[in-house]
């Protein structure tokens, strides 16, 4: 059975960092392209960042609003994906997603975890 389960999100000041962590199982990771989605209330679901590895070679991406603040990382070795994020914004505010697309394609969603930035 499949399943991504994040965490780390909370509520931070404007111009704060958290570190988002999704935690994978039931598909092979290393193989498996993983990404960041987000959805902040009224708005549809964007692309924050994804990466991909093969090998040794890691390719990463970003959606324009979060190049320079977030960066995205992985660790096979313990089916991880990580998102750290910098210089957060109260338009940062919204519900996060850890997304997997496995070797056939098959997508999968976590459940997100909240991100809230206020002061």
């Known amino acids: 059975q499949v399943q991504l389960v994040e965490s780390g999100g909370a509520v931070v000041q404007p111009g704060g960092s958290l570190r988002l962590s999704c935690v994978a199982s039931?598909?092979?990771?290393?193989?498996?392209?993983m990404s960041w989605y987000r959805q902040a209330p009224g708005k549809e679901r964007e692309l924050v960042a994804n990466?991909?590895?093969?090998?040794?070679?890691?390719?990463?991406n970003y959606g324009d609003s979060m190049k320079g603040r977030f960066t995205i990382s992985r660790d096979n070795a313990v089916n991880t994906v990580y998102l750290q994020m910098s210089n957060l914004e109260p338009e940062d505010t919204a519900m996060y997603y850890c997304?997997?697309?496995?070797?056939?394609?098959?997508?999968?969603w976590g459940k997100g975890t909240l991100v809230t930035v206020s002061s």
């Open positions: 990466i991909v590895s093969a090998g040794t070679v890691t390719v990463s």
């Open positions: 039931g598909f092979t990771f290393s193989s498996a392209a």
């Open positions: 997304r997997a697309r496995d070797e056939s394609t098959q997508i999968y």
